[in-house]
């Protein structure tokens, strides 16, 4: 019988680049695609995406990429991996909706692409893939069961359980309760709200404290900032706009397409004379207005920052604005959200956070139910830091599952599964790939590096005329730099630099190299020199130039 497999390429140390490989005989299905947001100390990088060489070196077996839900860390990277690898790519209706929009934003074509119902079974490969309604912070997320050989595995995606949506149905615990008592193999899991104990917030308790924040601040204007994808949200605004007879502009690029995929295919319903266009703002009185905003990826900060800091074309902050906060500040933006709240403040903004914000992830008591619901024999957290994954492995521990048989593994980790065990029996080598800007092509870690080097000591230039014929030293040579101040006030370095530059441009024609290893080699010597006499370590360009004499 053949070995299951599982491998995590992303997912399974930090929040977001979610990809993992299930692997059977000769089938390897992909469950997500996702990329990752940068840290701030990455000058130029939009993103990161899986390594997904292992997938290149088998291609043949590789037969789909099955999505949970259309967040961008599930469905971000597929666009940047289909090309090399063109498989079909299933999901949701919002979910592929959202994946051919992306699809044609890089101007891919012919890729193959099907919509699941939730409740369905499709075959891809040798597998047979369930799909099991959910709720997120998005429509249309499901739960995938693959049924393997050696049992069922179970991928959560991204969970919680909302039993009053907004949006949608409840999640399908029966039909969770069902597999669990066929017995279900292992469950990679959601692991991001395991420190956090009980139920996580329903929608519907939000909906109420919005109320609250509608009707006290009727006579104001309102800026209410949310994440793009939650359209639970948005249909809770649009309904409460209704109600007390606001007009709802929205603004933010990714907000405004997945609205529109979502009410293409009908999950929401807009009350009439209620959504307004943002360039018909002024028709109306301050205290109309409910501006809905989110940023350019999604983040609830971005935009809100650029209004407080009056760097919006359209929006500015007035006196008495009431500006709710129903998100919070995702991994890396607090200094950058303190920063925005200190300005509106400033600029005389009423800011509000009451409790208008309810996570998409399942807290500690819903990983409990879902542990109990399925009785899994093996449990492998995913999605999320080790801390994260670490708590619910003491989830799973407390309802009776052996802590050997709960896994906490890392990236890269190839973890085998029979019917009666998993465990880690090798690894593949990762590299993290790195999304340059909005350029649609990853970068070189070696480019990265210089951007780090430019930031931090600036960059010399250093340009040499040459004879064509002999390649001998023609005219001046000419240093200037950008972000460098070690030449500002010390010329004694800077005819140091010329001189270097002299002795090696003569040591390198004497040896009847004039190309690329000359200019090399030059700027390495200079490089050694300013890091010797300044401790600094610019980047150094040296340049030939060929004239005729």
């Known amino acids: 019988m053949s070995t299951v497999k599982i491998i995590p390429l992303g997912g399974f140390d930090k929040i977001g680049m979610n990809m993992t490989l299930i692997e059977c005989g000769d089938s390897i299905v992909a469950v997500d695609c996702g990329m990752s947001f940068p840290p701030t100390n990455m000058p130029g990088i939009s993103g990161t995406i899986p390594d997904v060489s292992y997938l290149k070196e088998n291609s043949a077996k590789f037969k789909g990429i099955v999505l949970t839900h259309g967040h961008e860390d599930h469905i971000g990277a597929i666009p940047y991996i289909i090309r090399e690898l063109p498989v079909p790519i299933y999901g949701t209706p919002l979910t592929i909706t959202l994946v051919e929009e992306k699809l044609s934003d890089f101007g891919i074509k012919g890729v193959k692409t099907r919509a699941i119902q939730a409740g369905k079974t499709i075959v891809v490969g040798d597998f047979k893939v369930e799909f099991i309604k959910t709720n997120h912070s998005i429509p249309d997320s499901v739960m995938l069961a693959f049924y393997t050989p050696e049992g069922v595995i179970v991928s959560t995606g991204d969970f919680k359980f909302d039993m009053s949506p907004i949006i949608g149905e409840k999640a399908d615990m029966q039909r969770l309760s069902a597999l669990g008592a066929k017995e279900v193999l292992a469950v990679f899991s959601d692991s991001t709200n395991a420190m956090i104990k009980g139920m996580s917030k329903s929608e519907m308790d939000v909906y109420q404290q919005l109320d609250w924040f509608f009707n006290i601040y009727n006579k104001n204007r309102l800026i209410i900032t949310t994440f793009a994808s939650n359209m639970e949200r948005i249909q809770q605004i649009l309904n409460l706009g209704k109600k007390y007879n606001k007009k709802v502009a929205m603004e933010g690029e990714v907000m405004l397409r997945v609205f529109s995929a979502a009410r293409k295919l009908g999950y929401m319903d807009i009350p009439e004379d209620v959504l307004i266009d943002a360039e018909d703002v002024g028709k109306y009185s301050d205290e109309e207005i409910v501006y809905l905003i989110t940023g350019n990826h999604g983040e609830s900060v971005q935009a809100i920052s650029r209004i407080a800091a009056g760097e919006h074309p359209e929006i500015r902050i007035k006196k008495d604005d009431v500006v709710l906060f129903s ?17 509106l403040e400033e600029h005389g903004a009423i800011v509000e956070f009451g409790d208008i914000h309810a996570t998409g992830h399942a807290c500690a008591g819903e990983l409990k139910l879902l542990y109990s619901l399925l009785q899994p024999k093996f449990v492998i957290p995913a999605h999320g830091e080790y801390r994260y994954r670490r708590e619910a492995k003491k989830v799973a521990c407390g309802i009776g599952i052996s802590s050997g048989n709960v896994l906490l593994v890392r990236n890269g980790d190839v973890i085998e599964l029979t019917a009666d065990s998993c465990k880690v029996t090798g690894r593949i080598a990762l590299e993290e790939v790195l999304i340059d800007g909005y350029e649609k092509s990853s970068v070189a870690h070696k480019i990265l590096e210089e951007r780090q080097k430019l930031s931090e000591s600036g960059i010399v230039v250093v340009e040499i005329c040459i004879d064509k014929k002999s390649g001998r030293y023609a ?52 490089r050694a020199l300013i890091s010797d006499e300044t401790g600094k370590d610019p980047i150094v360009v040296a340049l030939l130039t060929e004239v005729m004499l």
């Open 327 to 343: 998100s919070v500040a995702i991994q890396g933006d607090e200094a950058e959200f303190n920063r925005t709240l200190n300005m």
């Open 475 to 526: 005219s001046g040579v000419n240093v200037s730099s950008k972000g460098f101040v070690g030449l500002r006030n010390n010329p004694e370095l800077k005819r140091r630099i010329q001189d270097v530059a002299l002795s090696e441009l003569s040591r390198f024609v004497n040896q009847g190299v004039r190309d690329e290893r000359a200019e090399r080699g030059i700027s390495e010597a200079i």
